[in-house]
């Protein structure tokens, strides 16, 4: 984007910061869980209030699901290419490269950056981060804003297209209307195209049923693992007795350490329990399913949130697989879509490369890179690097044929192993 684009985008978010005509994301009810959509009359946030994050987190399945997916996707390098006639060529060194390879700014490393970015994106549907640029307007930081104080407005019309600026509250303190020449904003899954679906809202009663199934185990633990008591007697009790008569019941023989206490009881007072059987209420198999429901909300494997019950040793490999291809693929072409749009030059973009998650053992890997190196595709200073190790002398040359002929070197002439031919008699010249 040239100067002249810069200028005019500037003019456009002024002229439109407070124009009736511009539409805030949101406002047609498809990311509203308040809206009448479609999600929300099959039940979708059936709290009235969207569910905290930390309410969330503290299901251990969302924990793991989150710190999975994040990590797999912040350990994945994003390289920044140039096209060229002999193809592509890495550019290592420029400002934009360098973002998402070593700091995305002078406190916070890439990866650190790359995993908020997915968080984000998992969690609220929407990740901005403010651009900071250095005297020749190039990327040189990036500081990521709070999902939820970022929206997007838009404006269309037919000279212009369309056109988005972001109201966005600063780390300062300041709230102010910004172009994409300073934030850069991506969106998870979204049917507006402006802000993506936020799980929070949309899965608040998966995670709910998860969260709840873990406060009564807690609850019910916590109560010696006992059904609830009821205090009955023949006397008429105030209210004021009744909650006094309760709280000391509570204190002398709630909780674990108070197992085993012995309770005396007057005014011809009887304690009853009342019964219930988590086996006939299928407690472990709710909390099973509710993991179940936790990584399928996700997009990943049952086994890595491990909940092994429909495991087998057969079928693991195949899922772990299909966690690359179907979850993290998306997530891929998702980041570097975005980052080339952003922050590439003409002739530029950004590229995943998730080597590192299809690795095999390493039997299976050598014995790959045998053929790779016999059949000319890779050299063996190519697969000392994929496996991080350094260069060796010679390393560099391609073999060709079978294998046993280096590139370099001219083809051997076959040997004739045919015996020599019997010489010919001469005959005496008179």
């Given amino acids: 984007m040239g100067m002249m684009d810069r200028a005019r985008a500037a003019v456009r978010a002024w002229r439109y910061t407070s124009s009736s005509d511009a539409i805030v994301a949101g406002d047609d009810g498809l990311n509203d869980t308040g809206g009448m959509t479609v999600l929300n009359l099959l039940g979708a946030g059936g709290r009235g209030a969207p569910m905290g994050e930390h309410e969330a987190l503290s299901v251990p399945a969302v924990l793991r699901a989150l710190e999975v997916l994040c990590g797999l996707f ?35 490393p ?29 990327p040189m930081a990036l500081s990521r804003l709070l999902p939820h104080a970022i929206e997007p407005v838009q404006h269309w019309n037919k000279a212009d297209g369309l056109e988005v600026f972001y109201d966005a509250s600063l780390p300062d303190g300041s709230r102010e ?9 991506v969106p998870g899954f979204s049917r507006d195209g402006l802000l993506g679906l936020d799980r929070l809202k949309l899965l608040s009663n998966t995670f709910e049923n998860a969260a ?6 807690t609850r019910f633990w916590n109560n010696n693992a006992q059904p ?6 023949k006397a008429k009790v105030g209210a004021d007795e009744k909650k006094q008569i309760r709280a000391d019941w509570q204190q002398r023989f709630a909780g674990p350490r108070n197992a085993g206490a012995t309770a005396v009881l007057d005014q011809e007072m009887k304690a009853e329990f009342l019964s219930h059987n988590n086996k006939e209420a299928q407690f472990i198999e709710s909390r099973s399913f509710s993991v179940v429901e936790v990584a399928r909300a996700f997009g990943v494997p049952p086994h890595v949130l491990f909940e092994l019950a429909r495991a087998t040793f057969s079928n693991i490999e195949q899922q772990s697989l299909e966690l690359y291809l179907y979850t993290m693929l998306g997530h891929f072409g998702r980041a570097q879509a975005h980052m080339t749009h ?8 950004f590229e995943a490369n998730p080597d590192a998650l299809l690795k095999g053992d390493i039997k299976s ?66």
């Fill in 342 to 349: 952003q922050f590439a030059e003409p002739g530029h973009f």
């Fill in 177 to 185: 209307r910004l172009t994409r020449n300073d934030l850069w904003f």
């Fill in 228 to 233: 609830s008591t009821v205090l009955t007697t």
């Fill in 74 to 108: 912040a350990m994945t390098p994003f390289h920044y290419y140039k096209l060229t006639d002999q193809g592509k060529v890495r550019v290592d060194d420029a400002p934009q490269a360098l973002l998402f390879s070593t700091s995305a700014n002078s406190v916070q």
């Fill in 212 to 217: 709840s199934t873990n406060e009564f185990a």
């Fill in 365 to 430: 890997r050598y014995e790959a890179y045998s053929i790779a190196i016999d059949k000319g595709i890779l050299n063996p200073d190519e697969v000392r690097n994929l496996e991080n190790r350094n260069k060796r002398p010679g390393g560099d040359e391609y073999r060709v044929g079978s294998g046993s002929t280096l590139e370099s070197q001219q083809p051997s002439k076959p040997v004739d192993h045919r015996p020599p031919a019997p010489a010919q008699p001469q005959e005496d010249d008179e």
């Fill in 110 to 138: 890439a990866f650190l950056l790359k995993e908020l970015m997915l968080g984000d994106l998992l969690m609220c549907g929407r990740f901005g981060s403010y651009i900071h640029r250095d005297p020749l307007y190039r």
